[in-house]
């Protein structure tokens, strides 16, 4: 199976996992530096390096369980794979870490305005969202497969109602501990990377 995955997308899978296995070994210190923290979080941390501009992509390599880790990979080999052929190496990581980076922001900016106790974002679904914004780009018709509960549905109209329930559950904050915004950040970061490679607005037309 390993043979038929693209080199990035491989080793964006081998690296999260192996970023899993070294939390086992340093515990909360990655959490700590690498983690994304709320800007101006150091003094609650007491001394800890709390935000720190690499968060912005560190933070994608650390899960918060088993099961975090493996819906994000198995959602990186569904979809990370034929968009790597697609567009290339460079193009693909371009496209991931641009998505990483948005949600990033977007989570910064949320947070900054609800206030609250600090607390730190983790896992790669910022990414993730961006990769399958761009599958249902570039892929509309193909069928997607839920797995709770199994319905098909063409890629576009997964995605639309994805986004839809991401947008609904951050409003309406019903399921807490999950970065909403962040996902949709990705997704957003995505469609403005590939509306900037097709020179569509809001970038100048080619």
Request: cysteine-free; charged content about 5%; glycine content about 12%.
């Amino acid at each position: 199976m390993f043979y038929s995955i693209p080199p990035i997308t491989l080793a964006l899978i081998v690296g999260n996992t192996m970023m899993f296995l070294s939390e086992f070994l340093f515990g909360n210190v990655l959490a700590l530096n690498l983690a994304l923290w709320p800007v101006g979080t150091t003094a609650a941390l007491g001394g800890y390096p709390g935000f720190q501009p690499w968060q912005l992509i560190t933070y994608s390599f650390l899960h918060a369980n088993v099961v975090h880790l493996f819906f994000n990979m198995f959602a990186l080999y569904m979809f990370g794979g034929e968009l790597e052929r697609l567009f290339g190496q460079k193009r693909f990581l371009n496209l991931y870490f641009v998505s990483v980076i948005t949600a990033a922001i977007t989570q910064l900016v949320v947070s900054s305005a609800s206030g609250g106790e600090p607390y730190p974002t983790v896992g790669a679904s910022g990414g993730i969202f961006g990769l399958l914004l761009a599958y249902g780009m570039y892929f509309p018709n193909r069928t997607i497969v839920l797995l709770i509960p199994p319905i098909p549905l063409p890629a576009r109209l997964f995605v639309i109602l994805y986004g839809t329930l991401e947008l609904y559950l951050g409003v309406t904050g019903t399921q807490e501990g999950v970065a909403h915004f962040a996902h949709l950040g990705g997704m957003l970061g995505a469609w403005l990377l590939i509306q900037y490679w097709r020179g569509r607005p809001p970038f100048r037309m080619r």
